[in-house]
């Protein structure tokens, strides 16, 4: 284990078991910034690769029709993609990797056992991180701490005569990894999947045909560590409550037996040791995407497939684009005469140059929607502020011309005022008309808000919330008056909105600032602001720099 | 390309199994909408069910397999039209396929080396009388997916553009697949899926080593794995084939239809299409148990895929709306 305690051994082992089995352990996240160090690491890796990066196009992986070289030629090339040929790839910037590349690369993992990916992934934030559709396929992270030590890799690349596929696995090995994996709350099956091959490779490497304890260490630290969800508890002292990852199942009694492997608990503290520092911080779910929270009109998206068109531009053609014939034509054209006598062919000659690409410009419209509080606790304090505030901030939406929607929560439910509009007197008019009084269902309201967010997604809009409260809740989603279940429920829709990427901006209208408002802000991500220190003025300006800036 | 896993050999994951199952048996039921965590064994499933499916006879060099040589399409320029057997056609689409791609487009290959006009048809054509496969299907781009109901409602892929004036048919079985987490889809688009089924992975520790041990056994002893369970996946093509000669003979009683719709009704689907499919699904259920007419239980049995995706969301409700599918059941057929 004193091995495996240290990140730069675990680094070379890691490689020296890919190097012996690529095909069973398919990869590796490589999660170092550029530098010396990391071309040390990459550079122990005995394989030949392919370096990739996160723009390539269709063409360069699957291959096809050489565009450039075939209008030279007169006749028709092909270039080989890299999907063609077998063998590792080097994806340099893996954080950087799209949704798109992600699942292409996926579904070359999955269909071609001879293709291997060693993603770099250069993010600095938790969240910049390689695609979880990609590393949940490579068997380890890499990603050591501290300076390298000036003699590593230490040990040299052992040889082996034992291919990992000829050792035999016991029934319990597979179990052990199973199990721990269950422990450790790692949901995927692939995870032990590769914890398998990985104690193969281990015990290949050190020319045993057979695992032993020391294997499956190896394994369940170099594989688990990073994927783990849940710190197990101590088994011993709980014998009887099941692992925190499982549900409580009333028929699953016999599984308590299953879970207390002998030596389970000494590889559980042993892994422990290994998890993220942040891993009880990271309760932002991994892949839900926070949308912006757009810039003056919605977020505008220079694509080239759909959307207003502009100018086409000279450019390449590759999967992602499509050609502008005229516009290659006429590039064409006043070269003709001279291309002819210089080639001596009368048909039309066209050059790579000479071809244009389409563009097109595809802007989004911002939604507006305007959650009011208009409870009577609501109603006593700055009702009156909030609406000129909201009056001042929808001149500014007329001026961008984003739509503007209006729901009130009153009573015991949410009501939609107005559906999304650009009507801004209509606004304004159901805003001056707005009565007061009752409870505070403020589940209500942003359920509302809610479904009219992911509605207006759907439709092409970018929705911004703007929740305007003094945050006492004291009517439960179902009506009830119970104030305790009415913040459960308002957390809870919160943590929805965040994870449908809704953005949000909360301004508390209380004679003081709530703090429970504020930590629903921190839930929704949404910027907080207090009423009472602005006027609606002020307020406006800090709205809007809110919008701007987020 | 490596042989896929065979489909027999997929532990638990019997929703899954048996809505693909169903959808080779009545192509029309629509679809089947996979909703799970990774490394549940979504791809593995449909991999495997490209393996499983009875192949397909079509005529050789047409790009849109079409059964005679009647059927091809004018534009195609056909090679060889000799039929042939050949595996049914499960394409993948990829996540970032473009337009072009999907439909076709003119062959600019052959537009500027050559100045002709020609179709090169997309992955629709390939797609035509098999499957189609989308990965992350909830992150696909809005206007593919509104393209992709469109040809799959009307089995007919229409293209007009950059001069050219193609049809060809285009009848498929969309096989989506995404976890929820990433996003979600229209409802739009989910009521087009004829069967939608959730999976996760199993949660009992016996299941999981099996599968584990199943996987090492692929992938170590590849021959007498194969060998083992080869038997049992033409076991279940022969009783597919069977399944399909016999799906026209099932009867479906007066009070079953009644039940259907008592059913929809009382989950407040929209539209008649879940009525439709419910029926379609239940009869194809028959006809691979072998049964002559359709029962209460076939029902049972298949309405939470049927209908679990067609209710209005509540987005409270972390039951999930198979559990309100449950509870309805239980109240309409007692």
């Given at each position: 284990m004193?091995?495996?305690?240290d990140?730069?051994?675990?680094?070379a082992?890691?490689?020296?078991?890919l190097?012996l089995d690529?095909?069973g352990?398919?990869?590796?996240?490589i999660?170092m910034?550029?530098?010396p160090?990391?071309a040390a690491v990459?550079?122990a890796l005995?394989l030949?690769?392919?370096?990739?990066?996160?723009?390539?196009?269709?063409e360069?992986?699957?291959?096809g029709?050489?565009?450039?070289a075939?209008?030279k030629s007169?006749?028709?090339?092909?270039?080989k993609?890299?999907?063609?040929?077998?063998?590792?790839?080097?994806?340099a910037m893996a954080e950087?990797?799209g949704?798109?590349?992600?699942a292409k690369?996926?579904l070359?993992?999955d269909?071609?056992p001879?293709?291997?990916?060693i993603?770099?992934?250069?993010g600095?934030?938790?969240?910049?991180a390689t695609?979880p559709a990609?590393?949940?396929r490579?068997?380890?992270c890499?990603e050591?701490?501290?300076?390298?030590?000036p003699d590593?890799?230490s040990v040299?690349?052992?040889?082996?005569s034992?291919?990992?596929?000829?050792v035999?696995?016991?029934?319990?090995?597979?179990?052990?990894?199973?199990?721990?994996a269950a422990?450790?709350?790692i949901?995927?099956?692939?995870?032990?999947q590769?914890?398998l091959?990985?104690a193969?490779?281990h015990?290949?490497l050190n020319?045993?045909?057979?695992?032993?304890?020391?294997?499956?260490?190896?394994?369940?630290a170099l594989?688990?560590?990073?994927?783990a969800t849940?710190?197990?508890?101590q088994q011993?002292?709980?014998?009887?409550t099941p692992?925190?990852d499982?549900?409580?199942?009333?028929?699953?009694?016999?599984?308590d037996?299953?879970?207390?492997?002998p030596?389970?608990d000494?590889?559980i503290?042993?892994i422990k040791?290994?998890?993220p520092?942040?891993l009880l911080?990271?309760?932002v779910?991994?892949?839900?995407?926070?949308?912006?929270g757009?810039?003056?009109?919605?977020?505008?998206?220079?694509g080239?497939?759909?959307?207003?068109?502009?100018?086409s531009?000279?450019?390449?053609?590759?999967g992602q684009?499509r050609i502008?014939?005229?516009?290659t034509l006429?590039?064409a054209?006043?070269?003709q005469?001279?291309?002819?006598?210089?080639a001596?062919?009368?048909?039309?000659a066209?050059r790579p140059?000479?071809?244009?690409?389409k563009?097109?410009?595809?802007?989004?419209?911002?939604l507006?929607?305007?959650t009011?509080?208009?409870?009577g606790s609501?109603?006593m304090?700055?009702l009156?502020?909030?609406?000129?505030?909201?009056?001042l901030?929808?001149?500014?939406?007329?001026?961008?011309?984003d739509h503007?929607a209006l729901?009130?929560?009153?009573?015991t439910a949410?009501?939609?005022?107005?559906?999304?509009?650009?009507s801004?007197?209509?606004?304004k008019?159901?805003?001056a008309?707005?009565p007061g009084?009752?409870?505070?269902?403020?589940?209500?309201?942003?359920?509302q808000?809610?479904?009219?967010?992911?509605?207006?997604?759907?439709?092409?809009?970018?929705?911004t919330?703007i929740?305007l409260?003094?945050?006492r809740?004291?009517?439960?989603l179902?009506?009830?008056?119970?104030?305790a279940?009415a913040?459960n429920?308002a957390?809870?829709?919160?943590r929805m909105?965040r994870?449908?990427?809704t953005?949000?901006?909360?301004?508390d209208?209380g004679?003081?600032?709530?703090?429970s408002?504020?930590?629903?802000?921190?839930?929704?991500?949404?910027p907080y602001?207090a009423l009472p220190?602005?006027?609606?003025?002020?307020?406006?300006?800090a709205?809007s720099?809110a919008?701007?800036?987020a | 390309?490596k042989?896929?896993?065979?489909f027999?050999?997929?532990?638990?994951q019997?929703?899954m199994?048996?809505a693909?199952i169903l959808t080779?048996i009545?192509?029309?039921i629509g679809g089947v909408?996979?909703?799970g965590d990774r490394?549940?064994?979504?791809?593995?499933a449909?991999?495997a069910l490209?393996?499983?499916?009875?192949?397909?006879?079509?005529?050789?060099s047409?790009p849109?397999?079409?059964?005679r040589v009647e059927?091809c399409?004018?534009w195609a320029e056909l090679g060889?039209?000799?039929?042939?057997s050949?595996?049914?056609p499960v394409i993948?689409?990829?996540?970032?396929?473009?337009?072009?791609r999907v439909v076709?487009?003119?062959d600019?290959e052959?537009?500027?080396t050559?100045?002709?006009?020609?179709?090169?048809?997309g992955?629709l054509a390939?797609a035509?009388?098999?499957?189609l496969y989308i990965d992350e299907?909830n992150?696909?781009?809005?206007?593919?997916v509104d393209?992709l109901?469109?040809?799959?409602?009307?089995?007919e892929?229409?293209?007009?553009?950059?001069g050219l004036s193609?049809?060809h048919?285009?009848r498929?079985?969309l096989?989506g697949?995404?976890?929820?987490?990433?996003g979600?889809?229209?409802p739009?688009l989910l009521?087009?899926?004829?069967?939608s089924?959730?999976?996760?992975?199993?949660?009992d520790?016996?299941?999981?080593?099996?599968?584990?041990?199943?996987?090492d056994?692929?992938?170590?002893?590849?021959d007498?794995?194969?060998a083992h369970y080869?038997?049992?996946?033409s076991?279940i093509?022969?009783?597919i084939?069977?399944?399909?000669?016999?799906l026209?003979?099932?009867?479906?009683?007066e009070?079953i239809l009644h039940?259907?719709a008592?059913l929809c009704i009382?989950?407040?689907s929209d539209?008649?299409?879940?009525?439709?499919?419910?029926l379609r699904?239940?009869r194809?259920l028959?006809?691979?148990?072998g049964?002559?007419a359709l029962?209460?239980?076939?029902?049972r049995?298949i309405?939470?895929?049927?209908?679990s995706?067609?209710?209005?969301?509540?987005?409270?409700?972390?039951?999930?709306?198979g559990?309100?599918v449950?509870?309805?059941?239980a109240?309409v057929l007692?």
């Amino acid at each position: 284990m004193s091995v495996l305690a240290d990140s730069w051994q675990r680094a070379a082992l890691a490689l020296r078991l890919l190097a012996l089995d690529p095909e069973g352990l398919r990869g590796a996240v490589i999660r170092m910034r550029s530098g010396p160090d990391r071309a040390a690491v990459t550079g122990a890796l005995p394989l030949k690769t392919q370096r990739v990066h996160p723009n390539i196009s269709d063409e360069q992986l699957y291959g096809g029709l050489d565009l450039s070289a075939t209008l030279k030629s007169g006749h028709i090339i092909d270039n080989k993609g890299l999907f063609s040929k077998s063998g590792m790839v080097t994806l340099a910037m893996a954080e950087r990797c799209g949704a798109d590349l992600a699942a292409k690369l996926a579904l070359q993992l999955d269909a071609d056992p001879d293709f291997g990916l060693i993603a770099l992934d250069e993010g600095a934030e938790p969240d910049e991180a390689t695609p979880p559709a990609l590393s949940e396929r490579l068997a380890f992270c890499i990603e050591p701490i501290g300076r390298m030590p000036p003699d590593w890799p230490s040990v040299p690349a052992g040889t082996t005569s034992i291919a990992p596929r000829a050792v035999t696995v016991n029934s319990s090995d597979i179990e052990a990894l199973t199990v721990l994996a269950a422990r450790l709350g790692i949901d995927s099956l692939r995870a032990p999947q590769l914890a398998l091959a990985t104690a193969r490779a281990h015990a290949a490497l050190n020319n045993r045909l057979h695992l032993t304890e020391d294997d499956l260490e190896a394994a369940a630290a170099l594989v688990y560590p990073h994927r783990a969800t849940t710190v197990p508890e101590q088994q011993d002292s709980t014998q009887d409550t099941p692992p925190p990852d499982q549900p409580d199942d009333p028929g699953t009694d016999g599984q308590d037996q299953d879970l207390t492997l002998p030596d389970g608990d000494m590889m559980i503290e042993a892994i422990k040791a290994l998890l993220p520092a942040d891993l009880l911080a990271g309760l932002v779910p991994v892949g839900t995407t926070r949308a912006a929270g757009g810039g003056g009109a919605g977020k505008a998206r220079k694509g080239n497939r759909r959307g207003r068109p502009l100018p086409s531009r000279p450019g390449r053609l590759h999967g992602q684009t499509r050609i502008d014939l005229v516009a290659t034509l006429r590039a064409a054209a006043p070269w003709q005469p001279m291309r002819r006598a210089a080639a001596a062919q009368t048909a039309l000659a066209i050059r790579p140059s000479d071809i244009r690409v389409k563009r097109y410009q595809d802007q989004s419209d911002r939604l507006l929607i305007f959650t009011v509080d208009a409870s009577g606790s609501a109603a006593m304090s700055r009702l009156n502020e909030a609406k000129g505030a909201v009056e001042l901030l929808l001149g500014q939406a007329y001026a961008a011309r984003d739509h503007v929607a209006l729901i009130a929560f009153r009573g015991t439910a949410a009501e939609l005022l107005l559906p999304p509009t650009r009507s801004l007197v209509q606004t304004k008019r159901r805003l001056a008309t707005l009565p007061g009084g009752g409870g505070t269902p403020l589940a209500a309201g942003l359920q509302q808000s809610a479904l009219l967010a992911s509605q207006s997604i759907a439709r092409g809009m970018t929705p911004t919330v703007i929740l305007l409260t003094d945050g006492r809740a004291n009517v439960a989603l179902d009506g009830t008056p119970d104030r305790a279940q009415a913040g459960n429920d308002a957390e809870r829709l919160a943590r929805m909105m965040r994870a449908q990427g809704t953005g949000a901006l909360v301004i508390d209208m209380g004679a003081r600032p709530t703090a429970s408002l504020k930590a629903l802000a921190g839930l929704l991500g949404a910027p907080y602001l207090a009423l009472p220190r602005a006027d609606a003025q002020r307020l406006t300006g800090a709205v809007s720099a809110a919008l701007g800036a987020a | 390309m490596k042989t896929p896993f065979p489909f027999s050999a997929i532990v638990g994951q019997t929703a899954m199994k048996q809505a693909m199952i169903l959808t080779a048996i009545d192509p029309g039921i629509g679809g089947v909408l996979v909703f799970g965590d990774r490394g549940t064994g979504k791809s593995t499933a449909v991999r495997a069910l490209a393996a499983l499916l009875p192949p397909i006879k079509a005529v050789e060099s047409c790009p849109v397999n079409a059964e005679r040589v009647e059927d091809c399409p004018d534009w195609a320029e056909l090679g060889s039209k000799k039929i042939i057997s050949r595996p049914t056609p499960v394409i993948d689409l990829p996540l970032g396929a473009t337009e072009d791609r999907v439909v076709g487009a003119l062959d600019i290959e052959r537009a500027l080396t050559r100045g002709e006009k020609a179709f090169e048809p997309g992955l629709l054509a390939r797609a035509n009388r098999g499957y189609l496969y989308i990965d992350e299907v909830n992150l696909l781009e809005d206007h593919i997916v509104d393209l992709l109901l469109d040809v799959a409602q009307s089995g007919e892929n229409v293209v007009e553009r950059e001069g050219l004036s193609i049809r060809h048919a285009a009848r498929f079985v969309l096989v989506g697949s995404g976890n929820p987490e990433e996003g979600e889809l229209r409802p739009q688009l989910l009521d087009r899926f004829g069967l939608s089924v959730e999976v996760r992975s199993p949660q009992d520790i016996a299941e999981r080593v099996e599968v584990i041990r199943r996987r090492d056994a692929f992938e170590t002893s590849f021959d007498s794995f194969m060998a083992h369970y080869s038997n049992e996946d033409s076991r279940i093509r022969a009783q597919i084939l069977k399944a399909r000669r016999a799906l026209p003979k099932v009867t479906t009683p007066e009070d079953i239809l009644h039940d259907c719709a008592a059913l929809c009704i009382a989950l407040g689907s929209d539209g008649l299409r879940g009525e439709l499919t419910l029926l379609r699904a239940a009869r194809a259920l028959a006809a691979y148990q072998g049964k002559k007419a359709l029962t209460r239980a076939h029902l049972r049995e298949i309405a939470p895929s049927a209908l679990s995706h067609r209710l209005r969301r509540d987005p409270l409700d972390e039951a999930g709306s198979g559990a309100r599918v449950a509870r309805t059941l239980a109240e309409v057929l007692g």
